[in-house]
T-cell receptor
Framework: EADIYQTPRYLVIGTGKKITLECSQT?????MYWYQQDPGMELHLIHY???????EKGDLSSESTVSRIRTEHFPLTLESARPSHTSQYLC????????????FGPGTRLTVL | KNQVEQSPQSLIILEGKNCTLQ??????????LRWYKQDTGRGPVSLTI?????NTKSNGRYTATLDADTKQSSLHITASQLSDSASYIC??????????????FGGGTRLMVKP
């Protein structure tokens, strides 16, 4: 099993709240990713990072922001949550290289009321 | 635009039966193709990876094939078990000089194995 962790696993909050989804990995991977996945739908990349102090936006536009101050930690923040942010958020990490497998965390299921 | 299409969208089979899932892609430049298994409420887990020169790869009861000419892949599951019930996602990696490998995800096939 991959050493990549996400907390919380489930979160139900009210509109307008600020939230931070935590992701950490102990594999020493430089590359980390955040995906958004609606039930039964495909994953969409919303953020990625090549390493410390590197953050990039993915294919799917997102109002969330990320930071990468430490190699092992890649938190995602929503300043003001809305019902449209309700989804599953998956964090992943990988080594550099052509065959670098992405290892996924268990996900955070977010519901905004 | 890079795309990965999977079929069928969902499939119900009886325990012990075999099944084959399909994946067609238009991703360029091609780097590799992976099949992931995603249990409900969990993150995806890699089953197989194939590069351009590999046309078959097995992992236990899972066998993946790749035809790089027609840009098609399949995942064959032999002697299905109840624990095979999950979504199976085809993921194609393309090389991006600036960003390294970038992934295009298929929509997945939701497999249900019934006793």
């Amino acid at each position: 099993e991959a050493d990549i962790y996400q907390t919380p696993r489930y979160l139900v909050i009210g509109t307008g709240k600020k939230i931070t989804l935590e992701c950490s990995q102990t594999m020493g991977h430089d590359k980390m990713y955040w995906y958004q996945q609606d039930p039964g739908m495909e994953l969409h990349l919303i953020h990625y990072s090549y390493g410390v102090n590197s953050t990039e936006k993915g294919d799917l536009s997102s109002e969330s922001t990320v930071s990468r101050i430490r190699t092992e930690h890649f938190p995602l923040t929503l300043e003001s949550a809305r019902p449209s942010h309700t989804s599953q958020y998956l964090c992943a990490s990988s080594e550099y290289g052509r065959r670098g497998e992405q290892f996924f965390g268990p996900g955070t299921r977010l519901t905004v009321l | 635009k890079n795309q990965v299409e999977q079929s069928p969208q969902s499939l119900i089979i009886l325990e012990g039966k075999n099944c084959t899932l399909q994946c067609n892609y238009t991703v360029s430049p091609f780097s590799n193709l992976r099949w992931y298994k995603q249990d409900t409420g969990r993150g995806p887990v890699s089953l197989t990876i194939m590069t351009f020169s590999e046309n078959t790869k097995s992992n236990g009861r899972y066998t993946a094939t790749l035809d790089a000419d027609t840009k098609q892949s399949s995942l064959h599951i032999t002697a299905s078990q109840l624990s095979d019930s999950a979504s199976y996602i085809c993921v194609v990696s393309s090389l991006n000089n600036n960003a390294g490998n970038m992934l295009t995800f298929g929509g997945g096939t939701r497999l249900m194995v019934k006793p």
